[in-house]
């Protein structure tokens, strides 16, 4: 049971330190703040990223330059060893690989010539690299490019 003397609440709550108001109220003489230096003087309030003088961190990093479009794309690139992953029935469709999670909607694709394909495979894709367009096109299979 709370005693009158414990309550803490909009009856009665306990008086704040107050700083700087001599010797034998327990926070007199530096009140708090250390011995000396700038921020125990009044209005010594340095933000966090100054260094004293020094070149601040944050300006001694080098700023990022040149062009960045806001138009970025990500590009998901399989080879053609890899094929086998992505088809199903010797088919690569993009609706296939979004609806299955493997891409996001929005990620272009790109066949890469590591490897040799199934026969007659047939890919729909955005870009398509010369050297697998060869072997896909040797072994009967098909290209469709996604314009985007």
């Not at 961190?57 to 080879?79: D, E, P, Q, Y």
Request: hydrophobic share 30%; no cysteine.
């Amino acid at each position: 049971m709370d005693q009158l003397h414990n309550i803490v609440g909009i009856a009665k709550q306990p008086n704040r330190k107050r700083v700087g108001r001599g010797s034998s109220a327990g926070g007199g003489s530096t009140a708090g703040r250390g011995n000396k230096g700038q921020k125990a003087r009044t209005g010594g309030n340095v933000p966090a990223y100054f260094e004293g003088g020094q070149i601040p961190l944050i300006r001694r990093l080098a700023k990022r330059r040149g062009f960045r479009s806001h138009r970025k794309f990500t590009t998901l690139r399989i080879n053609l060893k890899d094929l086998s992953k992505y088809t199903v029935d010797n088919r690569l469709q993009l609706d296939y690989l979004i609806e299955t999670g493997v891409v996001a909607p929005g990620t272009h694709v790109k066949i890469l010539g590591e490897g040799t394909p199934t026969d007659g495979v047939q890919i729909q894709a955005h870009f398509v690299s010369a050297g697998a367009r060869a072997k896909i096109e040797e072994r009967g299979g098909t290209i469709e490019i996604i314009k985007s």
